[in-house]
């Protein structure tokens, strides 16, 4: 993979500009797609455990791949697929404080992080921690090294990153499935007829940020 990590492209100020919105954008199908296969597709749910940008592989033309399956576990549809805690500190789940058991709904928490992380161009943690009631602009969760983007894509971006704020919601079974995720994706309106300026809607983030 050409460009090596999502993480390494977002660090350096040269790719990171050149990684613009629509490519941002299909840089969150193509992960949500490869989540979608491993949970859903599979003979068995593959929870992949460490989804994080160091471990998001982009080519030249920034096609994302996820790579290192070294904490991947094959889950028991039948068990209780309870293990040691793993992963990256801030992508996370939050329920695997107090239990062992991994689900599914583990890699979706931390794809949500991963999709703010993307338009945010850094690590949303800090930034989510510090909002007083909990909700912002959209503009706000933007990369400053890029430009402002236009009404079409703002309102792609908008309904994505909701998608991306109910991932991280911090009751478990309140996250969609990847094939939920999927199916907001594909439905998503490229030409808003409300003339809502989405640069300037509110968005809620979950109180346990």
């Known amino acids: 993979m050409d460009r090596g990590s999502l993480a390494t492209s977002l660090n350096c100020a040269e790719t990171a500009v050149e990684m613009d919105w629509t490519r941002r954008l299909n840089i969150v199908r193509d992960v949500a797609h490869a989540l979608s296969y491993m949970h859903h597709g599979c003979f068995a749910p593959i929870v992949n455990r460490d989804i994080k940008s160091s471990n998001v592989l982009l080519d030249l033309e920034f096609k994302a791949c996820i790579s290192d399956f070294g904490l991947a576990k094959i889950l028991d549809v039948n068990g209780s697929n309870c293990t040691n805690l793993a992963g990256t ?99 998503v309106e490229r030409s808003p007829t409300d003339h809502l300026d989405y640069l300037q809607t509110g968005i809620v983030i979950p109180a346990c940020w």
């Open 89 to 187: 500190k801030g992508y996370l789940a939050p329920e695997l404080a107090y239990t062992t058991r991994v689900t599914e709904k583990c890699d979706i928490y931390s794809f949500g992080v991963l999709v703010l992380e993307l338009f945010m161009g850094y690590h949303p943690g800090d930034f989510l921690s510090s909002i007083v009631d909990k909700t912002t602009l959209l503009r706000n969760l933007l990369d400053t090294r890029l430009p402002l983007t236009g009404a079409v894509i703002a309102s792609e971006i908008f309904q994505v990153i909701i998608v991306a704020v109910q991932c991280i919601e911090p009751d478990p079974s309140h996250r969609p499935t990847m094939q939920q995720v999927l199916k907001v994706f594909s439905t």
